[in-house]
Structure formats: structure tokens, C-alpha cells
């Protein structure tokens, strides 16, 4: 029997709303697929410039040190514009050298020991240690054998000291001794650097702080602004394999300082985290020189190859101004190219 022109007509209108119901579930399925895709995109945008800006921020993880070794105002370090690909070898007579230097250039003939005048330094009587065989004990008025450049630094670390912090007792108990000996102590061995320094205090300070403690947490606080580190700090320990020393200072120049000091890293800390930048991913920092001005340099690791030379390869190009390198103490150098 033939179906009435009205029910037709009832079937075909169901059939039209159910396409259309469709359609809009697909749509909406489409749109939420993009945004998805969209939001996705940008985060990995967001963390792949992040990762480029905290150029060290999963390394400082890695090494531990969550403690604060200075707590001094510090540059922290930041990503330096794209470096030139090309590169310059040169060649490193003495694969032994790698043993030498810990951040400050190895020596020459203008950056060995110079001597000066210590500044804001207590004077005490040179005699009381005329007798103990370490030379020279420094005292004010006298020569201190340290490199010029570590030498400058110090005396613009104790002047800022005694400006901010009024009349100073500092002194010097020991610098530069010259022959360690094979079994002397870590400290010992910092001194015959000719970049180290450890400090007392004489008298006794009338408000009971120790070179340590109240006032004079000022240099620990600071020391980092001037290319100096506590070379051993209690809480570093672990990293450094010596008990807590605050009062030896060791100089290894305002690049590598003030890095440390931004990341709360000892010297071992450090060496060990430059040993994962090469001269084709540098660590890249940002410091302010020994005048105050905003500089950036790459720092890198070159390991010590066999047989009498090392080849280092040297950043080159219009932005490079300059370089030097240093011994880590081990097994290759520290390179830092200096950035226009």
C-alpha cells in the first residue's frame, strides 16, 4: 500500500537533522584537534627558549649545589649573540700545563708574580714570624707576592670592605710560599698559586665576629664581584674533599667568580660542568670586569691529548676581542674567548 505523502516527508526531515548533528559533532572534534595541536606547539616553542636562556640551569641540578656559597649580588649568566663557526687552532707545547693555572691564565712574562702594596691590611710586627720559615708573610707596607691582577683585585675587595664596613683588623696570615713541597696541605697548594690568600684577624674583633661570621661574612658575601672565591666552603665539602676553611681566598678572575656565584658552585663544581661545553656549544657568560663595564665571554673545555701537544681550538671571527686559557687541574684547559 502506498506510504502518505506526510510520513514521507517526516522521514526525510529526521534524516536531514541527523546529517546536521553529525556535521557539528565533526566540527567541533576538528577545532579542538587544532587547538590542541596549536597549545602543544607554542609550549615547545616556550621551553626551547628557555632551555637557550639558562644556559646552565639542568647542569647546576646535576652537580648538587643547592647551597648558598656567597649570597652576593651577581650577573647571572645569559645567552651571548650567535658565535662565528670559524675557529683557530693553537698548539700547547706541554700537555703538563693542564695541571697549572685553575681558571687564571698560566703565566707569562707579564702576568707572573709582580708583587705590590697591600691595602687596608692590619699591620702587625713582621718579627713574630721571623722564625717559622715561610716567606713571605705580608703584612701592610710590604710586598705581596701575588700575580698583579690578583693583587689588584684583593685590594679592591678590602677597600670596598673597609668602606661599607668601617675600621678593619684584617690580616694576611699567609700568601705566596714558593716551595709547597709534594706533601703539603690543599691550602698550601692554593698559596704557591700566587692567587691566594688567607686571611685572620688581628686583635681579637671587640664585637666577637671571626673572619666567618657577622661582619665579615661581607667578603664571602662579596668576595665574587672581585674574581675571588672562598676556596672552601664548609658547606661544599663533599665536592671539595676538605674541611671548611673561611678565611683562604683563592683569585680565578671575574668571568669564572661571577658565575660561580650566580650558581652557588665551588671551583670543583665548576671544572666539572665546563668539562660538557665544547668550542661548538660554549658556556656563555655575562660579568662585569675589573672597571665595572658589562662584558660577555664563552667558556669551553679542551681535553689534554697524548704525546707533547694539545691543539686548542680558539674562537674566531670580528666578535672575538680576545682569549686565554688555563689548566683545570687535570686532564685538559679552560678556554674563554672574550666577546665584543
Not at 648558598?68 to 651577581?74: C, I, L, W
Not at 686583635?203 to 662579596?222: E, M, Q, R, V
Amino acid at each position: 500500500m502506498p506510504k502518505e505523502p506526510g510520513k514521507i516527508r517526516s522521514e526525510y526531515l529526521f534524516a536531514a537533522l541527523m546529517c546536521i548533528v553529525v556535521a557539528l559533532c565533526l566540527t567541533v572534534v576538528i577545532v579542538t584537534n587544532s587547538c590542541s595541536a596549536d597549545d602543544q606547539s607554542g609550549q615547545n616553542d616556550s621551553e626551547s627558549g628557555t632551555s637557550s636562556d639558562a644556559v646552565l640551569s639542568g647542569q647546576t641540578e646535576s652537580t648538587g649545589s643547592d647551597a648558598d656559597v656567597s649570597g652576593g649580588t651577581q650577573s647571572d649568566a645569559v645567552s651571548a649573540p650567535s658565535l662565528p663557526a670559524d675557529v683557530e687552532n693553537v698548539t700547547l707545547n706541554s700537555p703538563a700545563k693542564a695541571t697549572e693555572g685553575l681558571l687564571v691564565p698560566l703565566p707569562t712574562s707579564s702576568s707572573a708574580s709582580a708583587g705590590g702594596q697591600l691595602q687596608n691590611i692590619y699591620s702587625w710586627n713582621a718579627s713574630k714570624y721571623a722564625n717559622e720559615g715561610e716567606h713571605p708573610y705580608t703584612y701592610s707596607g710590604t710586598k705581596l707576592e701575588l700575580r698583579e691582577d690578583a693583587l689588584t683585585a684583593f685590594n679592591a675587595m678590602t677597600t670596598a670592605f673597609r668602606e661599607t664596613q668601617g675600621k678593619t683588623n684584617l690580616l694576611v696570615n699567609r700568601a705566596y710560599l714558593a716551595s709547597p713541597g709534594a706533601d703539603a696541605k690543599a691550602a698550601e697548594k692554593n698559596l704557591a698559586s700566587g692567587c691566594a690568600v688567607e686571611l685572620g684577624l688581628y686583635p681579637a674583633d671587640p664585637d666577637g665576629d671571626s673572619i666567618g661570621s657577622g661582619k665579615f661574612l661581607w667578603l664571602a658575601d662579596n668576595c665574587t664581584n672581585y674574581g675571588y672565591i672562598l676556596r672552601y666552603p664548609a658547606e661544599k665539602s663533599a665536592a671539595t674533599h676538605e674541611s671548611g676553611n673561611a678565611g683562604l681566598y683563592r683569585y680565578v678572575g671575574f668571568e669564572h667568580a661571577a658565575y660561580m656565584g650566580a650558581n652557588h658552585l665551588c671551583l670543583e663544581e665548576y671544572l666539572e660542568a665546563v668539562r660538557t661545553y665544547s668550542s661548538a656549544s660554549p658556556l656563555r657568560v655575562s660579568y662585569k670586569d675589573v672597571n665595572g663595564l658589562d662584558k660577555t665571554c664563552a667558556v669551553y673545555f679542551v681535553p689534554a691529548t697524548g704525546g707533547e701537544a694539545t691543539q686548542l681550538p680558539i674562537l674566531s671571527g670580528e666578535q672575538v676581542t680576545g682569549y686565554t686559557y688555563s689548566g683545570n687541574g687535570s686532564d685538559g684547559f679552560v678556554v674563554t674567548c672574550y666577546l665584543s
